[in-house]
């Protein structure tokens, strides 16, 4: 193995069982495949990348740290947006007569 310069194994399944996984690969590795799935978490050590967008179901929904910067296009939820404890959705002002007003429409 250590002379030929490509393995390849066609199949059906190819399974490793092991303790851990492991791999070296210097100048990158590539799955070309429609689909990678994991049973648990992913986790990246640098920035993670996407070039047919991103969809994410379930659980407790997404979690951000840090500055979030969008360019380009709009952000749609038919949710409420709240930023600072304050509703986008229900959030009154005060009037010219010191009244306040009614929700946004």
């Known amino acids: 193995i250590k002379k030929g310069r490509i393995i390849e194994a066609d199949c059906d399944v190819y399974r490793v069982n092991c303790q851990q996984y492991e791999i070296n690969a210097s100048a990158g590795a590539n799955f ?3 689909k990678v799935e994991a ?7 640098g920035q993670i990348n996407g070039n047919g967008g991103m969809a994410v179901e379930g659980g407790s929904g ?27 959705a229900t959030h009154p002002h005060i009037d010219s007569i010191g009244g306040t007003t009614s929700p946004p429409l």
Do not use: I
């Open 32 to 34: 070309n495949t429609p």
């Open 39 to 45: 049973s648990a978490v992913v986790t990246a050590q």
């Open 62 to 88: 997404a979690t951000f740290k840090g500055d979030v910067q969008q360019t380009g296009g709009s952000y749609t939820t038919d949710g409420d947006v709240v930023a600072k404890g304050k509703s986008l």
